[in-house]
T-cell receptor, first 113, second 112 residues
């Protein structure tokens, strides 16, 4: 079974803080993704990585950066958290066989006060 | 650009069938997905359908694909309280490799 884990289920941070969200997958998948999920908006792709040290912007990259130094780990960084970044953050991974879809972690609910 | 569209809410009684609808955007999508998200959890792949199929059945789940209208549906037979969740359809981004576009999600509420 593929397992995708995220470092925290719930996180509360203050405006202006630097925030790190970490994601680890155990299936040697090449592709990893960060989404945010907001009510009525579905999932929106923040960043995507298709290999170590490779990254691509998604639909809403502003205010975020990512790091992928090892294949199994993909980190999302909020350089200076703002209240409009309060959201559920979901990490996913996917191998070469596309029809098996993306495998998701349990999510991190981030609140920025 | 166009969005993958779903209605936001559906309420059914336990034991009835549920039908969740989705309109997708890319007629050349090679496969389409249905995901389920239970409260407080990440998304879980429920099923997928190849674009050369009109229907796929998997136990209580039936997926229907109408390529002409770019319409995808998920039917859940004998809906149970454990089926209460948000259901997302998703399609690959055109030329996007492994990236997916997700619908807004349909919240299914199963009442006793």
């Amino acid at each position: 079974d593929v397992k995708v884990t995220q470092s925290s289920r719930y996180l509360v941070k203050r405006t202006g803080e630097k925030v790190f969200l970490e994601c680890v997958q155990d299936m040697d998948h090449e592709n990893m993704f960060w989404y945010r999920q907001d009510p009525g908006l579905g999932l929106r792709l923040i960043y995507f990585s298709y290999d170590v040290k490779m990254k691509e912007k998604g639909d809403i990259p502003e205010g975020y950066s990512v790091s992928r130094e090892k294949k199994e780990r993909f980190s999302l960084i909020l350089e200076s958290a703002s209240t409009n970044q309060t959201s559920m953050y979901l990490c996913a991974s996917m191998g070469f066989v596309s029809f098996t879809g993306q495998y998701f972690g349990p999510g991190t609910r981030l609140t920025v006060t | 650009g166009e969005d993958v569209e779903q209605s936001l809410f559906l309420s059914v009684r336990e034991g009835d069938s549920s039908v969740i609808n989705c309109t997708y955007t890319d007629s050349s999508s090679t496969y389409l997905y249905w995901y389920k998200q239970e409260p407080g959890a990440g998304l879980q792949l429920l099923t997928y359908i190849f674009s050369n199929m009109d229907m796929k059945q998997d136990q209580r789940l039936t997926v229907l694909l109408n390529k002409k209208d770019k319409h995808l549906s998920l039917r859940i037979a004998d809906t149970q309280t454990g089926d209460s969740a948000i259901y997302f359809c998703a399609e690959p981004l055109p030329g996007g490799g492994n990236k997916l576009t997700f619908g807004t999600g349909t919240q299914l509420k199963v009442e006793l």
